[in-house]
């Protein structure tokens, strides 16, 4: 008997055990109340927008081979880089400012990994009943009850990714013709590939991962602690006032028996989705869903005890010390954060709607003609950011007497349109020693104040 158990402990632990499946418990509160206004909106706002159409197209695509992003009626080119850098770096600070004032706000509330995920449950729910019925369900052997059941799921499933795939796609394809091509069969092969890309992550991530991702996929849990700091609001059990824990009669006085006043119910754990404890202290794991404060505030209703025994605080405010939510680091980054949304307000408000740019030809310095003038080539690209088809009108200075030839008096160019026009430019040759820079300048005609210069180089002989 000895041997034997000598030889188990011998026995190498195993690296690796298949985590078991959480079955989030069912509850009602003013924080589920708020994640599910958040789950609908965000949703909402996803699968509606594409649809929405602005000036007879539609309000928000992102055109990659015509490398144009429209967003409501603003048309963005591949030269606006900076507004998308400046949208990112917005992003970052308004997590680092949300994490240094609230903690995972932003993964308990708005992360897609957990609204998709509550969509997901609630068809799990629709067709498998609440979490002691899903539990007794995948316990019990097959049957045409189970069958039907899991078929139900699993069709709600595939047809909610499948169009969750397809209006991602649609963000990047006009929606409404890539929904006749996938009906008719007729879709290009990449359209069709990334509709189920994407809707077999969203099935794999939002049905089966669940709270994996969150554990061991998102960075944000590895790294949100160096953004956390005594002051910083978490979801905490309020150890001082629930231990010593234990189970009791609603009409027993817990003082008289020495216990506090968590009755150990468990009910914190059956309602988390990544499957933690919060008496256990603060973790990685937890999403700052706040589930558990709305389950622990029902049983405290219930007992006739004071709410608060899970709830947001600080950990400042746990150890009896005062909280100051309002510190340094929350008025650099809200500082931050409002320098560069007003940069971005403001430099899209005064943002040019054209965009010229001339480029000399370089296969030849210049042309000597009969009649005493010297030639140069160039290629103007002029670039309409307006919705509408706008003309323009093209000048030159710096050079006494200089004229353009190849270029019509009026320059029209389509809304969203590209230009680009060839022409030449000539001078007297006495005008021109050498290198001489000039200054061309393009007028919206129906615009008089808008006015665009681009400097540039006009060759001529070098004088003896």
């Known amino acids: ?19 078991e499946k959480i079955y989030p418990r069912e509850i009602q509160g003013r924080y589920d109340s708020l994640r599910k206004l958040a789950t609908v909106v965000l949703l909402g706002l996803f699968y509606g927008l594409p649809w929405l159409l602005w000036d007879g197209r539609q309000a928000i695509l ?3 081979p015509a490398r144009k992003f429209y967003l409501l009626g603003l048309t963005l080119w591949p030269q606006d ?9 917005i992003a970052a600070f308004s997590l680092f400012f949300f994490t240094a004032l609230a903690g995972r706000l932003w993964c308990g509330f708005a992360c897609p990994q957990t609204v998709w995920t509550e969509a997901f449950i609630w068809m799990e729910q629709v ?3 609440t979490r002691s ?5 995948d316990k019990a052997p097959w049957s045409f009850e189970k069958l039907r059941r899991k078929f139900l799921k699993q069709m709600l499933w595939i047809t909610f990714a499948v169009w969750t795939g397809f209006t991602f796609v649609g963000y990047f394809t006009p929606v409404r013709e890539l929904g006749v091509e996938l009906v008719t ?3 290009g092969g990449w359209a069709t590939f990334w509709t189920l890309f994407y809707g077999f992550a969203t099935y794999g991530n939002a049905g089966y991962m669940r709270e994996q991702v969150c554990k061991y996929m998102c960075p944000y849990a590895r790294f949100q602690s160096a953004m956390f700091d005594k002051d910083t609001l978490i979801i905490s059990y309020d150890e001082r006032r629930g231990e010593p824990r234990g189970s009791r009669k609603r009409s027993t006085d817990p003082k008289a028996l020495g216990l506090g006043d968590c009755i150990d119910c468990t009910m914190c754990v059956q309602v988390c989705p990544t499957g933690i404890d919060i008496r256990d202290g603060l973790q990685y794991e937890c999403i700052a869903c706040a589930a558990c404060i709305d389950a622990c505030d029902a049983v405290m209703d219930k007992m006739n005890y004071p ?3 899970v709830r947001y605080t600080t950990q400042h405010a746990l150890d009896g010390y005062t909280t100051k939510l309002l510190r340094p680091r929350v008025f650099v980054y809200a500082t931050l954060l409002l320098l560069l949304v007003a940069g971005l307000v403001t430099s899209m408000a005064t943002r040019t709607p054209i965009i010229l740019d001339v480029i000399r030809d370089r296969n030849s310095l210049y042309r000597e003609l009969p009649n005493g003038m010297i030639e140069n080539i160039y290629t103007i690209k002029l670039i309409n950011q307006r919705n509408d088809a706008r003309n323009f009108a093209l000048s030159v200075a710096g050079v006494p007497g200089i004229v353009l030839d190849g270029v019509p008096e009026i320059i029209g160019v389509e809304g969203g349109g590209v230009l680009s026009l060839p022409f030449r430019a000539r001078a007297r040759r006495d005008d021109v020693h050498g290198i001489i820079n000039i200054v061309f300048t393009v007028r919206d005609l129906g615009e008089t104040d808008v006015l665009l210069h681009e ?8 004088p003896r």
Request: overall charge neutral; hydrophobic content about 45%.
């Open 185 to 187: 069969f007729s879709a």
């Open 455 to 462: 400097d540039s180089r006009f060759l001529g002989p070098t």
């Open 127 to 129: 067709a498998e009943g």
């Open 81 to 89: 880089f900076p507004y998308l850098a400046m949208l990112l770096i």
């Open 62 to 64: 992102f055109d990659l």
């Open 133 to 137: 019925q899903r539990m007794k369900l």
């Open 307 to 309: 709410r608060g025994l």
């Open 1 to 19: 008997m000895n041997s034997e158990v000598d030889s188990a402990r011998a026995q190498p632990a195993p690296m690796y055990a298949s985590a």
